[in-house]
Structure formats: C-alpha cells, structure tokens
T-cell receptor, first 112, second 115 residues
Framework: QKEVEQDPGPLSVPEGAIVSLNCTYSNSAFQYFMWYRQYSRKGPELLMYTYSSGNKEDGRFTAQVDKSSKYISLFIRDSQPSDSATYLCAMSATGGADGLTFGKGTHLIIQP | EAGVAQSPRYKIIEKRQSVAFWCNPISGHATLYWYQQILGQGPKLLIQFQNNGVVDDSQLPKDRFSAERLKGVDSTLKIQPAKLEDSAVYLC?????????????FGPGTRLLVL
C-alpha cells in the first residue's frame, strides 16, 4: 500500500463544473497538507496549504482535511479552462521543513 | 524575485552513461531539495540539503546517484551510470526558513530520457 493514494484518475469536466479531488493517506504523523498545481512542462506550484483538520478557502478553491479518516479533498468551484493541469496532493509531518510525500496526481481537463 | 533555475531542461543519454543536473535556488533559501518525478507519478524526494549539509538522503540510490551543494547555494545532482528506469523529470525545490516557511518553490525540472 502506498503512503498516499490519490483519486480520481484523469478527469474531464465542462467549464463551470464543481471539481472534487481526493487523497487518502496511511501515515498518522502527517500534520500538514498541501495541494500543488502542475502545468505541463512546469514545476509544481503551491495552491493550498492547511494544518491539521479543517477547511480552508481561497477564491474558487476549498481544501478540506479530515485527519480522523486520513482523507483530504480539494474542491474547485466554477472551473475554468485555465484550471486544466495536474493536481498533486502533498503531505508533511513537519510543515514542509522535510521533504514532501506526494500523491500520483490527477490530470484535470476543463472543457470550454 | 527570480525563481528556481535548473539546467539543462532536457537531456537524452544512453544507459551506462553519466549525466549531471544543476540547480540554482531562490536567493537566500537555505533549504534545497531534489525530487524525481517518473511519468504518471508524484515527485519523490531524493535528497534534502540545509545550507551545504545533507539533512535527508535516505531515498537516494547512492550506488549511482550523488549530489552536492558545496557553497550552500547552487547544487549538482549526478547519475553514474544511468539506467533505463532513471528516465524521469528531476525537480529542484528550495525553501526559505523565514517567512512562509511551509512553501517549497519548484524549478521547471530537467527531463531525462535514458535509451
């Protein structure tokens, strides 16, 4: 079993749809949870950062963490074609001071 | 503020050859990471430096991979000899120990193809 599992696989939705991306993890030491966005041929860029359980909202993006279930989610509202990218969940026990543990990524396509 | 710089952007070599990648982190960032991202997977940490010292190299295949950060600024990752399974994107990231310390900033990566 991998330390971090990410769902769904490749995803294609129409513009304006609500997108839900999810990760589950097995290491209870993880306290810090991140979502990175990676455009083709680019490095990942930090999109959302949360500590412990709870919700965080930033514009059209909402990150949720449920540590009791070892489950995190990213929601994208009013999705735009410019949101088309690979989304990677990442986790850390020490807030990013150590190396991050990533999920495999979800390739998202928003159809105009 | 300039981002993390990496070179070369692309490299094609034959198996058993050697290759080196270079990274220049964001100015003032003390922590530097090298990740390997195989196609269809998330990045995997290879090595972490704090200034010029190694913090974590537990996932670095030390029989063929080496890395250094001699002056605590830029870094070089080397593979010798390369294997087919080393084909991947090698990402360098850096982090400041001040301010928003949780953010790792990634470079564009070096795409390696081993034939």
């Amino acid at each position: 079993q991998k330390e971090v599992e990410q769902d769904p696989g490749p995803l294609s939705v129409p513009e304006g749809a609500i997108v839900s991306l999810n990760c589950t993890y097995s290491n209870s030491a993880f306290q810090y949870f991140m979502w990175y966005r990676q455009y083709s041929r680019k490095g990942p860029e930090l999109l959302m950062y949360t500590y412990s359980s709870g919700n965080k909202e930033d514009g059209r993006f909402t990150a949720q963490v449920d540590k009791s279930s070892k489950y995190i989610s990213l929601f994208i509202r009013d999705s735009q074609p410019s949101d088309s990218a690979t989304y990677l969940c990442a986790m850390s026990a020490t807030g990013g001071a150590d190396g991050l543990t990533f999920g495999k990524g979800t390739h998202l396509i928003i159809q105009p | 503020e300039a981002g993390v710089a990496q070179s070369p952007r692309y490299k094609i070599i034959e198996k058993r050859q050697s290759v080196a990648f270079w990274c220049n982190p964001i100015s003032g960032h003390a922590t530097l990471y090298w990740y390997q991202q195989i196609l269809g997977q998330g990045p995997k940490l290879l090595i972490q430096f704090q200034n010029n010292g190694v913090v974590d190299d537990s996932q670095l295949p030390k029989d063929r991979f080496s890395a250094e950060r001699l002056k605590g600024v830029d870094s070089t990752l080397k593979i010798q000899p390369a294997k087919l399974e080393d084909s991947a994107v090698y990402l360098c990231a850096s982090r400041s120990i001040r301010g928003r310390s949780e953010t790792q900033y990634f470079g564009p990566g070096t795409r390696l193809l081993v034939l």
